[in-house]
């Protein structure tokens, strides 16, 4: 891999140094490669090349807040931008290190910022650190009888300053809520100062600044500790399978499950296509062993859709809500198929990502993408999104194969997450990629969809913010970064669009 010579100037490192020590500043080129790039599709098939799109200059490892805030002044006061670091896994350019007007780039890879962890039991709270991971920290509360319930197909990496910055979704969210929504007090540590929000279970006074700093990305300032909500550790746990003829069928079903208080944990509802891809990949061992194609057919379900149902909690409470959730499903038509095809998504559900590497080594560009929007838009909004990826592939020249889900269930509606697969276009893959997400944006915007329901904004999705949130609505946070962060060190280039709009 190949990089530009760091060009952090040497009193600024020497000056860095002296608040952090000798080795919590690296400059060598493996720290710098190792925090180049996130996991996003463009920052994979760059890295791949041996091209990263940008490197940072050095890798800060401070230690506490207090170091944190040394190393803040001196960034501002010297020109240099900062790139907080957690699981490293944005898929959206979140921990590119990018430099905008600033005269070098440091990425604060934030894993010493673990402790404190306080449990308060009594009121089912936790205090920790944000640089934790958030595998560690469900561990040391599985010890106790306790769970986070956060859950992402990236679970294994995630930091939970990461997670409460990007307003991560789990796939249990349905059952346990978003990550934002177990977010009940944080401390900012910002080039201006810092806030502190204290986890009050509610509170009337004024607006909640909380919801200021939860999905602030990095652009703001520094999550340095987490409070978040925790729940006692499920008893019981059932996943299983549902066939639905159509996937308009299977989400009629969701809208109910959802609107008449049997929501599940865990839900994922996949369209044809995804669920025949899933079919060939679980083999004759998997769901089509078990439920039986033969069978399947003949009650015309062949060609339909799987929803995989999972209920989590205390046995004789999940027995009641999952009698009322497979009544609801039956009713819209849902053919229940037993626990294999539950089994077999709990087993692999954090291994679907890694195939992606064995697939670039093969040539397939392949990538995902999310939304949501109210249950009365979801349909229109699924058909033209897919469209529009599909014929964004098709004028490439390089079609494709588009699936979909539902994932993450509301009240009032749900999201979809599109994989999609093609051939790369060598040496133009991302005019290819950035070809196929201008559509699917496009489409997202057109059709009454959030241009992210959890992946955050990034890179990659700021020219959508204005149409989300209005000009009025950039410009608002546009005062706050000048207000916490005057001199614009932190995190340039993402989540805020450039002034001109590109
Ligand atoms: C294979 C794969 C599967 C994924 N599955 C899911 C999924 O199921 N659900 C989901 O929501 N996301 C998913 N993601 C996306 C990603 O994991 C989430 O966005 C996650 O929340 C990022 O956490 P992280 O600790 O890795 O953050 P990072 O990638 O390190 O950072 C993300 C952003 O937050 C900022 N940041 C990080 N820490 C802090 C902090 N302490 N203070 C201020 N800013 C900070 C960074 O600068 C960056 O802008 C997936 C990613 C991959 C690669």
Request: proline share 6%; charged share 20%.
């Amino acid at each position: 891999v190949r990089l530009p010579p760091p060009a952090l100037a040497p009193d600024a490192a020497a000056e860095l140094r002296g608040v952090l020590g000798a080795d919590a500043l690296r400059d060598d080129h493996r720290e710098r490669v190792l925090h180049a790039a996130g996991k996003g599709y463009p920052d994979l098939v760059a890295i791949r090349a041996g091209h990263p799109q940008s490197a940072p200059d050095a890798v800060a490892y401070p230690e506490g807040a207090a170091q944190l805030r040394a190393v803040l002044e001196i960034c501002s006061q010297r020109r240099v931008a900062v790139v907080p670091f957690g699981g490293g896994t944005s898929v959206v350019g979140g921990v590119a290190p990018l430099r905008g007007d600033q005269e070098a780039v440091i990425t604060v890879d934030l894993r010493r910022l673990a402790e404190p962890l306080a449990l308060d039991r009594e009121s089912l709270t936790v205090t920790c650190g944000a640089g934790l991971r958030v595998a560690a920290l469900e561990a040391r509360l599985a010890a106790g009888g306790l769970t986070l319930g956060h859950f992402p197909q990236s679970f294994e990496y995630v930091s939970v300053g990461g997670c409460a910055a990007t307003r991560s979704a789990g796939q249990a969210s349905t059952g346990y809520g978003r990550f934002d929504e177990r977010v009940l007090g944080v401390r900012c540590t910002a080039p201006a100062g810092e806030l502190t929000l204290a986890p009050v279970p509610a509170s009337a006074a004024g607006p909640d600044l909380r919801e200021l700093l939860v999905g602030s990305e990095g652009a703001l300032g520094v999550l340095t500790e987490v409070a978040l909500r925790v729940s006692p550790a499920p008893r019981a746990r059932i996943y299983e399978g549902v066939f639905f003829e159509t996937f308009a069928g299977g989400i009629a079903a969701l809208r109910a499950l959802a609107q008449d208080d049997a929501t599940p944990t865990v839900v994922r509802l996949s369209d044809e296509q995804e669920t025949s891809m899933s079919l060939a990949l679980a083999g004759a061992g998997g769901v089509k062993g078990a439920a039986g194609r033969v069978y399947l057919r003949a009650r015309g379900y062949a060609e339909g859709c799987l929803l995989v149902l999972g209920f989590e909690g205390e046995p004789e409470r999940i027995a009641a809500r999952r009698r009322l959730a497979l009544a609801l499903v039956g009713r819209h038509g849902g053919l229940a198929v037993g626990r294999t095809p539950g089994r077999a998504w709990a087993a692999g559900r954090f291994a679907g990502p890694y195939l992606r590497d064995d697939l670039l080594t093969q040539g397939v560009m392949v990538e995902t993408l999310e939304t949501a929007t109210q249950w009365s838009l979801l349909t229109s909004l699924y058909r033209a999104v897919g469209r529009a990826i599909a014929a964004a592939l098709r004028e490439r020249g390089t079609p494709g194969r588009v699936m979909c889900h539902v994932s993450h269930l509301y009240e009032t509606g749900a999201s979809l997450y599109f994989t999609f697969l093609a051939p790369q276009q060598e040496g133009r893959e991302i005019e290819q990629w950035s070809a196929v997400k201008q559509a699917a944006s496009a489409a997202i915007v057109a059709n009454g969809g959030t241009i992210t329901h959890h992946h955050a904004v990034g890179v990659d999705h700021r020219p959508w913010l204005a149409d989300e949130i209005g000009a009025e609505g950039v410009e608002l946070l546009r005062d706050l970064k000048q207000r916490l962060d005057p001199a614009g060190i932190m995190n340039p280039g993402k989540l805020l669009p450039d002034r001109d709009g590109a």
